[in-house]
């Protein structure tokens, strides 16, 4: 088999993702208490990198990874050139806008500020709405924004909806589903197609 370098978002995904791969025996004994960041099954020839999620793209798009693992989230912020192989129907939630209850997110000649990590998405779904945006990117704990006077609403993944509850707000709007998906690097998928298809079908017959 040839060499195969994947790359899995720290966190919820990686999980999730190793889950597949061992029931797969494709990996065995990672432990993700380490602090290990590179892991190798030499008798497969798979070698397995965890960073963070955005970098995942980072790696795929640069080739350093052939394939990865990463939240449609971060695709949809990213504007990297990778191929999105598939949807491995995990990691679900949701793109929302948020604020408190009742609130409206027109502000006619005036301007909505919105509080997100994913300023580009922002940018992306407002272009086409008759409304005046200030984005404040933050880069996490973003529920905040509204409740300090930092912004009027946010846009941010919701998945159970606690974060949002126990901050006193609540969805204003669903944007778009959210899942996991398998990335590709374009020339590893052209050069190594074979094996990137095999790992596909494999994740695909979970
Ligand atoms: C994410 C997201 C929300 C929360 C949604 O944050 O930004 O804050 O999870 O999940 P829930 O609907 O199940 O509550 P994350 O946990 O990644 O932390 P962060 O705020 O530090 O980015």
Redesign the pocket.
């Known amino acids: 088999m040839d060499k195969l370098t994947i790359a899995l978002a720290k966190?919820r995904l990686a999980d999730e993702g190793l889950k597949l791969f061992e029931k797969y025996d494709l990996v065995s004994n990672i432990d993700q208490e380490s602090r290990k960041l590179k892991f190798t099954n030499n008798e497969k020839n798979i070698t397995f990198i965890f960073v963070k999620p955005s970098d995942v793209i980072t790696y795929v798009e640069k080739g350093v990874a052939d394939i990865g693992i990463v939240g449609k989230d971060i695709l949809l912020e990213s504007e990297s050139d990778v191929y999105e192989i598939m949807d491995l129907g995990f990691g679900k939630?949701k793109f929302s806008i948020a604020g408190f209850k009742e609130q409206s997110i027109f502000k006619k000649n005036e301007v909505l500020k919105i509080a997100t990590?994913y300023p580009n998405y922002v940018y992306s779904i407002f272009k086409e709405r008759d409304q005046k945006i200030e984005v404040i990117k933050l880069?996490?704990?973003?529920?905040l924004a509204p409740i300090m006077g930092l912004a009027d609403v946010i846009v941010?993944?919701?998945?159970?909806?606690?974060?949002?509850k126990a901050n006193d707000l609540v969805v204003l709007e669903d944007l778009e589903d959210i899942s996991a998906r398998l990335i590709a690097n374009k020339v590893s998928y052209r050069f190594k197609f074979g094996l990137i298809e095999q790992i596909e079908e494999i994740l695909g017959g979970k």
């Open positions: 966190g939630c990590k880069n996490g704990s973003v529920e941010d993944i919701v998945q159970t909806g606690s974060t949002l």
